[in-house]
């Protein structure tokens, strides 16, 4: 049986190994993508005009049309409601659909960046663009590179790459188990008389497999570097390659399963059906009717948060109104925030979302994310997530030495058996 663990655990580390040294490298720097974009963009998302009494921001809503104006061709479904103090606001925009030709119009950006004072724009980017590669694109470059690979769309369908890294993380959170039984001794080490005696044995010798012969040479540093972090780091990398294949194929594969075995609360996003852009009618809400309805809604609640960001789920007819106050950008330990679905026909509240509350599933639900990301801890999940990331990425060349080292050993036995059996025949 061993030797089938190891066959699998061979082969599925050469199957994932360059995609989870992309991955693994790209994670340690995304886990700090708002800080780097904020320092290689502040042409953008630097704030051009002083806040003072007599310079105050202007009604989103008005600077909103005031983009829409400037690029008829685009529509802005998704802004925040206040802008960061210092920082502009940043649409995201995306192309309405040309009537003479049914397909949608190329605007060659999707985010708007606008001074909140003048109503000045301050430019224009690509979120996740493949090229060219600039400071204002490098770190969504990086971020799609993450889950996507930057695969392109094939036969209309553009998830290829988040469905492809999905089946790898699958494959690594099965492996996770496989290397662990490796790591385990062969059989109870035969130490004592007696089966207490022979079990502190044998978890003498798992326990050595912990350490690293920093002077043994350079395989076994490399052996040990590998096996040791695995074993040190183990319920993280099963927890990173876990969430990684439930975030990657939700939809596929992770919900299915999850509502078969447990409840779980949908939103409007699971349950309404997806009307292609050509098929979708004006709403009659504005985005900030929708607010509106969403901060009275709140306050029937008791919900102390008010509306600070909008989207405009247009396939869907709704608007997805998201409640919190601006210095909790990222939401309850990285969950996101309370959130109201308003119908964008009726005005009706067709939905809510409360991070941390609900079933067992919807909590084991919003924990993906979190938990991918290091946010559930804060500070300090982010660096220890960086840090995985430079673990799985080591992991990956370590193990393919190994193979490559084991490849070569075993090829020169071999060439060595053949030339001795060549030997005996000559001289036989």
């Not at 040294?21 to 051009?48: Q, Y």
């Not at 309405?96 to 724009?121: A, C, H, I, M, W």
């Not at 490849?407 to 058996?417: D, E, V, Y």
Request: proline fraction near 5%.
């Amino acid at each position: 049986m061993r030797a089938t663990y190891v066959l699998l655990h061979r082969w599925a580390g050469l199957t994932t190994a360059l995609f989870l040294f992309i991955t693994g490298l790209t994670g340690a720097v995304i886990s700090w993508d708002h800080e780097l974009d904020e320092w290689l963009n502040g042409h953008l998302l630097d704030a051009t005009t002083p806040v003072t009494a007599d310079q105050q921001p202007q009604p989103v809503m008005e600077l909103i049309r005031q983009a829409e104006q400037r690029h008829p061709h685009a529509q802005i479904l998704y802004t925040e409601l206040n802008a960061e103090p210092g920082h502009s606001f940043a649409f995201y925009a995306a192309p309405k659909l040309n009537p003479e030709t049914g397909e949608r119009y190329e605007l060659g950006f999707n985010q708007v960046f606008v001074d909140p004072v003048s109503g000045e724009e301050l430019g224009t980017r690509e979120w996740g663009a493949v090229w060219p590669i600039s400071t204002e694109t490098f770190v969504s470059f990086l971020y799609k590179l993450h889950y996507s690979l930057h695969i392109p769309e094939m036969g209309g369908i553009d998830e290829w790459g988040i469905w492809f890294l999905g089946v790898i993380a699958l494959i690594w959170t099965l492996d996770c188990f496989i290397s662990l039984l490796l790591t385990f001794p062969k059989s109870r080490v035969q130490r004592g008389n007696n089966a207490a005696e022979k079990t502190r044995g044998w978890f003498s010798s798992w326990f050595k497999r912990f350490g690293i012969r920093w002077s043994g040479g350079s395989y076994k540093l490399n052996f040990d570097l590998h096996q040791a972090v695995s074993l040190w780091t183990w319920g993280l990398l099963l927890i990173i390659a876990f969430t990684a294949f439930s975030l990657n194929l939700k939809r596929e594969v992770f919900m299915p399963v999850l509502t078969a075995v447990s409840d779980v609360t949908p939103t409007p996003y699971d349950v309404r059906p997806f009307t292609p852009l050509a098929e979708v009618k004006e709403p009659n809400l504005t985005m900030q009717q929708a607010i509106d309805i969403a901060n009275e809604r709140a306050r029937e609640l008791g919900w102390q948060e008010p509306a600070n960001a909008v989207y405009y789920a247009r396939e869907f007819g709704f608007y997805d109104v998201k409640m919190f106050f601006p210095e909790n950008y990222h939401g309850t330990a990285g969950a996101g925030h309370r959130e109201l679905f308003i119908d964008a026909y009726s005005g009706e509240v067709v939905g809510q979302r409360i991070p941390w509350q609900g079933s067992v599933a919807d909590i084991f639900v919003q924990a993906q994310f979190p938990l991918h990301s290091g946010r559930i801890l804060g500070l300090p999940g982010r660096i220890l997530i960086s840090m995985m990331g430079l673990v799985v990425a080591m992991l990956s060349v370590t193990g393919v030495i190994i193979w490559w080292r084991k490849r070569k050993a075993r090829l020169a036995s071999q060439h060595k058996q053949q030339s001795k059996q060549s030997a005996e025949l000559k001289y036989s």
